[in-house]
Structure formats: structure tokens, C-alpha cells
């Protein structure tokens, strides 16, 4: 019913910069909260950041900073500008939402397939 793709994920220098998208699609109603989460290897998944629907934007100690979180409300989209990466940002970068569908007028948390992001000279 919700489909989430992500995009931008790939190999960068210390240093660099990427941007992450995630696009939602399918039979939504609204969305809610949007963010991004990362699993590196032997790790727990963790967030990275959040953004509500009305904009207000929360991080992880780890990326204030260096990272922003976006959004567009009239795409159903998420971003999310990676500067300043590190080797340790390497991990699974996955999208999540939180949205109500057609069929579904309650909350339901969905998640996007990942996209990997290696930071590595």
C-alpha cells in the first residue's frame, strides 16, 4: 500500500558530501513524521533525523552539524544533505515514515529497502 524508494546512497571520501532522497508512494492519506535511520555492520539500527510535518527537525548527537533533513509535503519526499561525512557514517541509510492510508486512518510506520552509504579513502 506504501511504497518508499531511496536513491543517492554510494562510496565517498572522508570529507565529502551526499544527498540521500526517499519518495513515498501508494494510497496515502497524510504523513506525519519523516525520517532517515542508519544500521552500520555488527550495529543496532539508530536514527539519524527527523522532520514533522509542520517542519521541526530533530538529530543525532553524532550528525548536528553536518547533516540536514527536508522535506516536501507536496512530493511526499524526504532528504537528507550528508556534508562533512565520516568513516563512521558508513552504514544502511533507510527512510521511515509515519502515514495513514486510504484503507488504513491509523499510523502505521513504513520503511524504505536502504540505500548503503560507504565513506572510505
Known amino acids: 500500500q506504501v511504497q518508499l524508494v531511496e536513491s543517492g546512497g554510494g562510496l565517498v571520501q572522508p570529507g565529502g558530501s551526499l544527498r540521500l532522497s526517499c519518495a513515498a508512494s501508494?494510497?496515502?492519506?497524510?504523513?506525519?513524521?519523516m525520517g532517515w535511520y542508519r544500521q552500520a555492520p555488527g550495529k543496532q539500527r539508530e536514527l539519524v533525523a527527523t522532520?514533522?510535518?509542520?517542519?521541526?527537525?530533530n538529530y543525532a548527537d553524532s550528525v548536528k552539524g553536518r547533516f540536514t533533513i527536508s522535506r516536501d509535503n507536496t512530493k511526499n519526499t524526504v532528504h537528507l544533505q550528508m556534508n562533512s561525512l565520516k568513516p563512521e557514517d558508513t552504514a544502511v541509510y533507510y527512510c521511515?515514515?509515519?502515514?495513514?492510508?486510504?484503507?488504513?486512518?491509523?499510523?502505521?510506520?513504513?520503511w524504505g529497502q536502504g540505500t548503503r552509504v560507504t565513506v572510505s579513502s
Open positions: 521511515n515514515i509515519a502515514a495513514t492510508t486510504r484503507t488504513m486512518p491509523n499510523i502505521h510506520t513504513y
Open positions: 501508494g494510497s496515502i492519506a497524510s504523513i506525519y513524521d
Open positions: 522532520i514533522t510535518s509542520g517542519g521541526r527537525t
